[in-house]
């Protein structure tokens, strides 16, 4: 992860010319070709040890920076928590790379069909980044990573494995923004994700 948001790592952007033509030209959700003012692929490093899955970029943050989780209150929360446990080689993403509005230029949730549309692309960056551990950020990422049948449940949660992959869930950071989660208990539970990383690369 760039320690300035505002710039990409060098390995994403060297990777940017194969992702041009799939994912920054993508017009597959009219919808979101309205709203969005760019497609906003993962950034980070790769290989990644670790790669955290988001919604959406918010029209705030990853919709104005082009850079995911970066330039809005949920990005520096998600950064700083990151620092916090020492977590390195990290890369992060969304579930969809457009900023999904309301009728009322509000950020909204994707729906189905956007999400499966953009799974390809989410897909692709994970074979980038071969990661170790994956990060579900809400319930909708826990969902579409997990299955729909999987309860998302961050606190005290167990990992899923899934082929050579850990899968685990967290809270967005949106949900602590909103005082629904205490930031506290958030920097612990991302000190004990940086256990479960460090025992997954030892096995
Ligand atoms: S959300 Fe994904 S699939 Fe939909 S237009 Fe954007 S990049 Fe394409």
């Known amino acids: 992860m760039p320690a300035n948001p505002a ?3 060098a390995k994403t952007l ?5 992702w041009r033509r799939t994912m920054l030209g993508c017009v597959r959700c009219p919808a979101l070709v309205e709203s ?14 670790v790669v955290f899955v988001g919604l959406a970029p918010g029209r705030f943050g990853g919709d104005r920076t082009g850079i995911p989780f ?3 209150r949920s990005g520096d929360l998600l950064r700083r928590m990151i620092r916090g446990a020492d977590l390195q ?3 992060i993403t969304n579930v969809v790379r457009c900023n999904p509005r309301d009728a009322c230029g509000r950020n909204r949730d994707p729906d189905a069909h956007e999400i499966a549309n ?4 989410l ?4 074979a980038l980044a071969r990661p170790r551990l994956v990060v579900a950020l809400g319930r909708i990422a826990w969902r579409e990573l997990a299955g729909h049948a999987a309860a998302f449940s961050p606190v005290d949660a167990s990992p899923l494995r899934i082929g050579n992959r850990l899968l685990f869930p967290m809270y967005h950071p949106a949900y602590v923004i909103r005082g629904a989660y205490t930031e506290r208990r958030y920097a612990r539970d991302f ?3 940086a256990k479960l990383l460090r025992t997954a690369i030892a096995d």
């Open 7 to 9: 710039l990409q790592s």
């Open 14 to 18: 060297a990777l940017r010319p194969q």
């Open 36 to 49: 969005r003012s760019r497609v906003v692929p993962g950034d980070g490093e790769i290989p990644a040890d």
């Open 70 to 72: 970066s330039g809005d």
């Open 89 to 91: 080689r990290v890369f």
């Open 118 to 121: 953009c799974r390809s692309h």
């Open 123 to 126: 897909e692709a960056e994970l």
């Open 191 to 193: 000190k004990g994700l």
